[in-house]
Each structure stands twice: as C-alpha cells, then as structure tokens.
C-alpha cells in the first residue's frame, strides 16, 4: 500500500511558477512509476507527466513539454513536479500517483491516488 499527499498548489499570475511535492508512504515508493494528472472544472483527469522508479525516464503530454520538469527523491519518498512558464490554461487540481509497473499514460493503470492540491493561474 502506498499513501500520497500532494502539496504546493497555489495562486499564481501568468508566466510565473510552481513547484508541486508529493510525499509518499509506504513500503515500496522506490519501485513505483510515479505520475502527476490534472482536472479542470467540466473535464476529465488528464495525464501530465511520468517518471520511472529510477529517475531514469520521463514523459510529457505535449501541452506541458518544454515548461514542466518531474523529479523524484527516493530517500525523501518524494516526487515534484516544477512548473514554469504557467498558463491559465493550466489551472486545474493536480494529483500524483503511483503505478507498480511501465510508464503509462493511461489513468486506469494507476493504482494509488492522492487527494490532489488546486493550481490556478490567472490571466
């Protein structure tokens, strides 16, 4: 079992940055792919970034490439997601999650949740 709770969402004007933290619980953190999704209001949870157990590989959904960074820390059981360069447009509650296996995209192959932490970006 693997518990997260995200944190270091916030307000913040256009152009700025965040850096989101989720730290995790649990016996296997370092063997998970951890992953950050996104809701907007009216729309369903979309898949932002991935990063394999390692650190070793990553991947972006287009919209973010170039602006967002994950990381993770596995002695802190840790993983961030540094946002920059922020648009409206990326107001949203993010959430991470963890996935014992691959690099997937797909919501439905991840298997822990956390309880999200809201972003807005103003214009």
């Known amino acids: 079992q693997v518990q997260l709770v995200e944190s270091g969402g916030g307000l913040v004007q256009a152009g700025g940055s965040l850096r989101l933290s989720c730290a995790a619980s649990?016996?296997?953190?370092?063997?998970?792919?951890m992953g950050w999704f996104r809701q907007a209001p009216g729309k369903e949870r979309e898949f932002v970034a991935a990063?394999?157990?390692?650190?070793?590989?990553?991947y972006y959904a287009d919209s973010v490439k170039g602006r967002f960074t994950i990381s993770r820390d596995n002695a802190k059981n840790t993983v961030y997601l540094q946002m920059n360069s922020l648009k409206p447009e990326d107001t949203a509650v993010y959430y991470c999650?963890?996935?014992?296996?691959?690099?997937?995209?797909?919501?439905?192959?991840?298997?822990?949740w956390g309880q999200g932490t809201q972003v807005t970006v103003s214009s």
């Open positions: 999650a963890a996935t014992p296996t691959g690099l997937p995209v797909d919501i439905r192959q991840y298997n822990f």
């Open positions: 649990g016996r296997f953190f370092s063997g998970y792919t």
């Open positions: 990063i394999s157990w390692s650190g070793g590989r990553t």
